[in-house]
């Protein structure tokens, strides 16, 4: 009598879409997933099911993610696709519109159902195999995204170190959420309307997630929340991000630790302390301020000036005197006139900042900003977003160019994507994906190795080096 033939896995890819905080969901759905035993492919043309993990923090986010499941949907009847499952932000914030509008879609999962992902999805298997997440590409939109107004409800779901969890990073690398959610309550945000109240995992949870992951050769934890110098305070921890630091500063095999978002409003001399006195977490300050004039901030909801940002920006400085500085800037919000947008130019001038990104205004449904007219037309807000990124340019380019000559510390990350004679890498002061890089056009060592290196030039954005020594 013949055995009854084993069950083929189900053959899963995901696309993940949005910031970092949404990778580590895909990666904690890619973890449930693989304990059902499936089998995950990047090529989406394999793939039986797709998850497409959503972001629905603005407009043209949410667009992105609506172009991307059409045409997910569309390899039902050019591939292999029987199931098209959307999770995440977008589920969560606009779930009823989105059942009505997208029949394409077969399963629907918000933040709070992210554990039972397998369940929902109907998958099982066989042990699976390794793993990382589909390129989402986009062609022009076919659709717009949910614009109506909606009733959603805020998550509570929150993972710990015990969860199931598959990186889609390279394997030296990892980012590590230290919490959830957000209690403050900016007026251009809808962030905590859907992803709920800030709450944070324990320091115990997140050192053995840390743990856990040097083990497993990861170098460079990159800790991620909407806003980590909060973190603690909803557990009773004063100052907890710099609790959080010191224990992690213990964990051996860990090279790098970087801070991502802190917020001006909760940053904290004892934190800055920690942070420079610690001998992995790296001297690099991640601090979105939005703008700088007193008034714009005022009715943004966050407070604060340029002159107390300056000051901020000083007391960094001193604690951390090689520090790298990223911020991030909103230009057009509601009112933002001229004289506004100006005085934001000036503080750049003097802020001297590594890395800037800038953002115009989207206005949202469900946020206090909603209620004020959108009155910075589109073309003003893009023309302003224009001037900001090309008076940032030469401050880069000089903060770049103070750097020749110095010899420092570089996490090998491969082949440049357009040349195999040149290696590239980071710094301490350059964070995965949203910063510069380091171009090697001497010496070998291979991808995930810290290795001396001197940088030689510039190129733009992009720094220039040699590894020194043996790799």
């Known amino acids: 009598m013949s055995r009854p033939r084993a069950a083929r896995p189900t053959r899963v890819g995901m696309m993940s879409l949005g910031c970092a905080k949404n990778l580590v969901d895909s990666e904690v759905m890619l973890g449930h997933l693989g304990a059902a035993g499936c089998e995950f492919v990047t090529d989406p043309g394999e793939a039986e099911v797709i998850v497409v993990n959503t972001c629905g923090f603005i407009e043209p986010a949410r667009e992105e993610s609506i172009r991307t499941i059409l045409e997910a949907a569309e390899l039902k009847r050019t591939g292999r696709l029987r199931k098209l499952v959307v999770a995440g932000c977008l589920v969560q914030r606009y779930g009823d519109e989105l059942r009505r509008s997208l029949p394409e879609v077969d399963v629907f999962v918000d933040l709070d159902q992210v554990p039972a992902i397998a369940t929902l999805t109907g998958v099982g298997g066989p042990p699976p195999s390794d793993l990382p997440i589909l390129p989402a590409r986009s062609r022009a939109a076919r659709r717009r995204g949910p614009s109506a107004t909606a009733a959603w409800t805020p998550a509570t779901y929150l993972y710990d170190d015990a969860t199931p969890r598959r990186l889609a990073t390279p394997p030296w690398t990892a980012y590590v959420k230290i919490a959830e959610g957000c ?14 109240a800030f709450r944070s995992r324990t320091p115990e949870s997140v050192g053995r997630e840390a743990a856990d992951l040097a083990r497993r050769g990861v170098r460079e934890i990159n800790l991620v929340a909407q806003d980590s110098s909060h973190y603690g305070r909803d557990l009773g921890l004063s100052d907890g991000l710099a609790v959080l630091l010191e224990r992690l500063d213990a964990v051996e095999d860990l090279a790098w630790i970087r801070v991502h978002y802190l917020y001006p409003n909760t940053l904290t001399d004892r934190v800055l302390d920690a942070m420079a006195r610690s001998h992995r977490v790296v001297p690099y300050i991640d601090l979105p301020l939005q703008h700088a004039h007193r008034d714009v901030l005022r009715r943004m909801r966050r407070g604060g000036s340029a002159e107390g940002h300056l000051r901020l920006l000083a007391s960094v400085r001193a604690a951390m005197p090689d520090v790298s500085m990223r911020t991030t800037f909103l230009v057009g919000f509601p009112g933002e006139t001229d004289a506004e947008f100006d005085a934001l130019l000036a503080f750049l001038d003097e802020a001297r900042f590594d890395h800037v990104g800038v953002f115009p205004y989207s206005h949202e449904d469900g946020t206090p900003a909603y209620a004020l007219a959108d009155d910075v037309p589109h073309d003003v807000k893009e023309e302003r977003k224009a ?13 770049n160019a103070d750097r020749v000559g110095q010899r420092v510390e570089v996490l090998v990350e491969g082949a440049h994507p357009e040349t195999e004679h040149l290696l590239v890498g980071r710094t301490r002061g350059q964070a995965r994906e949203v910063d510069g890089h380091v171009l090697l056009n001497d010496g070998f060592a291979e991808p995930g190795r810290l290795v001396p290196v001197e940088i030689t030039d510039v190129a733009g954005y992009d720094l220039v080096g040699t590894i020194l020594g043996p790799s």
């Open 183 to 196: 209690d403050h309550t900016c007026a251009f945000c809808a962030i905590p309307s859907f992803r709920g």
């Open 387 to 399: 001037r900001l990124l090309a008076r940032q340019q030469p401050i880069a380019f000089a903060r």
